[in-house]
């Protein structure tokens, strides 16, 4: 039987000063947006497109302040709006986790949005260069959940070979889950997304796969997450992250109905 290592937090202490790994993790994440962003605007589809290194180190300081105010907002408001309604000093506390990639998302969204009005660039042309920048910064963000002990599995049987006891829970054997969404809802859709893109697609095509494909391996990966509370949809129960994921998977299909239509009467016309 595994058991977590309940690793400590902080990273490294300068006296009163502490990098915890949770914030190494969003580190990683922004450093690989900018080095897969690099790769990505060189590749012939996108170079004619006239992207540059500027503009994608702009897009990432409209994006951190998306994935930040819009994680944590999501957090508070999706998840736990009791708590942070009791404690509100808490919610500046990014530093101890819990970041909604849901909000995360919808702050990108945003920013995105203001980045290519000033910029004379269409939102979806943005989300269509960036979409497959992000899995692999997930993947990062849910490895700093793991070190941090947050997001624990449900209880499954003590059988299963890699069934971890999280000590700061209960004695009870449980998924791993916030590794199982680092590989399937980062590392595995990653792979999808960047092979997918790198030939020309239609537009708004790569943020229509992105959008469901994320959404679906959400779907998938909560069914091993302890859910945060569950909702009724119709006769089902689902989690709260599956309820955000819903919308998700019903844009991403629309996107790509949109851009396949729209190509196909563009070749015929």
């Not at 009005?117 to 920048?133: C, S």
């Not at 490895?143 to 890699?162: D, H, K, M, Q, T």
Request: aromatic share 14%; charged share 15%.
């Amino acid at each position: 039987m595994l058991i977590h290592p309940l690793p400590d937090p902080i990273a490294i202490a300068i006296g009163p000063l502490a990098v915890r790994w949770y914030g190494i993790m969003y580190v990683i994440a922004f450093v690989l947006f900018i080095a897969l962003g690099r790769l990505r605007i060189k590749q012939p589809h996108m170079a004619s497109a006239g992207w540059t290194n500027t503009d994608l180190d702009d897009m990432l300081t409209y994006g951190v302040l998306g994935v930040i105010i819009g994680g944590r907002l999501g957090e508070v408001l999706f998840y736990h709006p009791a708590y942070y309604l009791d404690h509100p000093k808490e919610i500046l506390a990014v530093w101890n986790g819990g970041m909604s990639f849901h909000g995360g998302f919808l702050g990108v969204l945003f920013a995105m949005g203001v980045w290519a009005k000033f910029h004379g660039r269409r939102l979806m042309e943005v989300m269509d260069l960036i979409a497959p920048l992000v899995p692999l910064g997930y993947a990062a963000g849910r490895i700093g959940n793991f070190i941090n002990a947050e997001l624990p599995g449900r209880v499954v049987e003590s059988n299963l070979p890699w069934a971890m006891i999280w000590p700061n829970v209960d004695s009870l054997p449980r998924h791993p889950s916030p590794i199982y969404q680092a590989l399937v809802d980062g590392v595995l859709l990653f792979i999808v997304l960047w092979f997918y893109s790198r030939k020309p697609r239609p537009y708004k095509a790569v943020s229509g796969v992105f959008a469901a494909g994320y959404g679906c391996a959400r779907f998938f990966t909560e069914y091993f997450r302890e859910p945060d509370y569950e909702v009724m949809l119709g006769p089902w129960v689902i989690s709260a992250g599956q309820m955000l994921s819903l919308p998700m998977i019903v844009l991403g299909g629309v996107l790509l109905l949109i851009a396949y239509k729209k190509n196909s009467n563009t070749s015929h016309s």
